[in-house]
């Protein structure tokens, strides 16, 4: 599938030999430190969440960081509209993660109501969708190729839950013709999205979270009980919504955790190779 990778290796090492215009990466599932690539290349991330109890302000932060940090353009789609009481309720949710984010609401199974979608999978475009198990992903595919062939399947009835239907990642041309040629990769549905090495990401997301703490007194302001703390000032004047510093603050420190893990198995490994 030329570009197209699955990788899942001891040696965080690949990431130097590859040279793509994007890769997303994120710690395997499990505890041993190791990377998995995600897909390379990719233009848009279709970041998927339905309007039900899918919808998840803090695991939609963290596919945002994801997509920042690799420079990739976030789109979230919200589906299952049809099936919503308030839909325009969770629109505003995921506007307010933050300001110049990309969403769109639709009824994944109608050819009609996705076809905003479609601006994004021009010609030369790539496309990857990810989203948990059931929330309709390769519903949406199937609907911008315009086919039903890709297996979808219903999710559970006593939790809404998806059945993990799509296994393997997908890539599918879509049509060419206006709105068409562009390349969509569908991918399993994520039990858990974990963090390492997105500094750069937590960093644009927050980033007037970031702002504000440039005028705590201290550099190393922990923001806690520190005087003079522009963060805890903010949320005094209600400025700043705590719920997001402590997702900001939450999200930094699994990151400054775990890529300082990733560093030191990776010095430990090449210390191991030398020694071979
Ligand atoms: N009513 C309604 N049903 C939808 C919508 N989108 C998806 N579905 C249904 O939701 C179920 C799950 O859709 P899938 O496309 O299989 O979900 P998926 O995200 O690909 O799931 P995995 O492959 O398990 O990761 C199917 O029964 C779809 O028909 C929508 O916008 N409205
Ligand atoms: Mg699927
Ligand atoms: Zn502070």
């Known amino acids: 599938m030329g570009d197209w990778l699955l990788i899942e290796r001891?040696?965080?090492?690949?990431?130097?030999?590859?040279?793509r215009t994007?890769?997303?990466?994120?710690?395997a599932p499990g505890d041993d430190n190791r990377l998995q690539l995600i897909a390379a290349n990719v233009d848009t991330l279709f970041i998927v969440t339905s309007c039900d109890q899918d919808f998840n302000v803090a695991r939609l932060e963290r596919y945002l960081v994801l997509a920042h940090d690799v420079g990739v353009r976030p789109v979230v789609v919200l589906t299952k509209a049809d099936l919503a009481v308030d839909a325009a309720a969770y629109v505003a949710a995921a506007k307010a993660l933050h300001p110049a984010l990309y969403v769109e609401l639709v009824n994944g199974?109608?050819?009609?109501?996705?076809?905003?979608?479609?601006?994004?999978?021009?010609?030369?475009?790539?496309?990857?969708?990810?989203g948990s198990s059931g929330v309709g992903k390769s519903t949406l595919v199937n609907s911008l190729k315009g086919s039903d062939s890709i297996a979808t399947q219903a999710v559970r009835e006593s939790d809404g839950r998806g059945l993990h239907t799509t296994t393997v990642r997908e890539m599918h041309?879509?049509?060419?013709?206006?709105?068409?040629?562009?390349?969509?990769?569908?991918?399993?549905?994520m039990r858990e999205l974990?963090?390492?090495?997105?500094?750069?990401?937590?960093?644009?997301?927050?980033?007037?979270?970031v702002e504000i703490t440039l005028n705590c007194r201290f550099t190393n302001c922990s923001h806690v009980d520190e005087p003079?703390?522009?963060?805890?000032?903010?949320?005094?004047?209600?400025?700043?919504?705590?719920?997001?510093?402590?997702?900001?603050?939450?999200?930094?420190?699994?990151?400054?955790?775990?890529t300082a893990n990733a560093a030191v198995q990776r010095s430990r490994r090449a210390r191991s190779s030398k020694a071979k």
């Open 173 to 189: 041309r879509l049509g060419v013709g206006p709105g068409g040629g562009g390349w969509l990769v569908d991918t399993p549905g």
């Open 228 to 258: 003079g703390c522009a963060i805890r000032a903010g949320i005094a004047d209600r400025t700043l919504d705590p719920a997001r510093v402590v997702r900001w603050r939450k999200l930094r420190d699994e990151d400054v955790a775990s």
């Open 194 to 209: 974990k963090m390492s090495e997105v500094g750069a990401g937590v960093t644009e997301v927050f980033d007037d979270i």
């Open 109 to 130: 199974r109608d050819a009609k109501s996705v076809s905003a979608l479609a601006a994004f999978c021009g010609a030369g475009e790539t496309v990857a969708l990810v």
């Open 10 to 19: 001891g040696s965080l090492a690949i990431e130097r030999i590859l040279r």
């Open 22 to 27: 994007s890769l997303f990466k994120r710690p």
